[in-house]
């Protein structure tokens, strides 16, 4: 059974401090890793994508990848309160076949 | 990304009734999923939407109760059969590019089962 585990939260961080995100999976052949936001009532939004072991920046958001832990990360820098929303981890099949298995999400809340 | 429009966006429904569930992608895509999001879970997958052929099922989900069409590479339907009040869920449709690994999502069916 593939998994992938996230902390369920809630993660509160002040207004412009820095979130940090983190998520194990399972299936040690995963190639590719997504973050998700997801907004209560909404479907989910990719934010992120990362494939290589390391960090890959786009804006407030860094992914970090570590496939010999198994372990992914995202880090939100100047957190707006308009990030406040649960954030999926996401990592795709081994098998090549583009199915991905979602973590169970960390709600994250910004306080002004 | 694909721009993927599904409808409807809501339904309240009574049991033993069906439900179709549509999904329209702007481009062709390789991958169609369904999924199904309980109340404060995360996403279960029920199927890959196979196109011409019949869909592949996950573990727990039957064809009978979720029969899939997928009749081209940019549309793709999901009936929910005999409902209950347990269907009560997100139903969200995804797709993944020609190009790509990302899977992009509509906006979800949120469905109702009294």
């Known amino acids: 059974q593939k998994e992938v585990e996230q902390n369920s939260g809630p993660l509160s961080v002040p207004e412009g401090a820095i979130a940090s995100l983190n998520c194990t999976y399972s299936d040690r052949g995963s190639q590719s890793f997504f973050w998700y936001r997801q907004y209560s009532g909404k479907s989910p939004e990719l934010i992120m994508s990362i494939y290589s072991n390391g960090d890959k920046e786009d804006g407030r958001f860094t992914a970090q990848l570590n496939k010999a832990s198994q372990y992914v990360s995202l880090l939100i820098r100047d957190s707006q309160p308009s990030d406040s929303a649960t954030y999926l981890c996401?990592?795709?099949?081994?098998?090549?076949?583009?199915?991905?298995?979602f973590g169970t999400g960390t709600k994250l809340q910004v306080i002004p | 990304s694909a721009v993927i429009s599904q409808k409807p966006s809501r339904d309240i429904c009574q049991r033993g009734t069906s439900l179709t569930i549509q999904c329209q992608v702007d481009?062709?895509?390789?991958?169609m999923f369904w999924y199904r999001q309980q109340p404060g879970q995360s996403l279960t997958l029920i199927a890959t939407?196979?196109?011409?052929?019949?869909?592949?099922?996950e573990s727990g989900f039957v064809i009978d109760k979720f029969p899939i069409s997928r009749p081209n590479l940019t549309f793709s339907t999901l009936t929910v059969s005999n409902m209950s009040p347990e269907d009560s869920s997100i139903y969200l449709c995804?797709?993944?590019?020609?190009?790509?690994?990302?899977?992009?999502f509509g906006q979800g069916t949120r469905l109702t089962v009294v």
């Open positions: 995804s797709a993944v590019g020609r190009e790509n690994t990302e899977a992009f």
């Open positions: 939407a196979n196109q011409g052929s019949e869909a592949t099922y």
């Open positions: 481009s062709q895509v390789t991958m």
């Open positions: 996401a990592a795709g099949d081994s098998g090549g076949y583009q199915k991905v298995t």
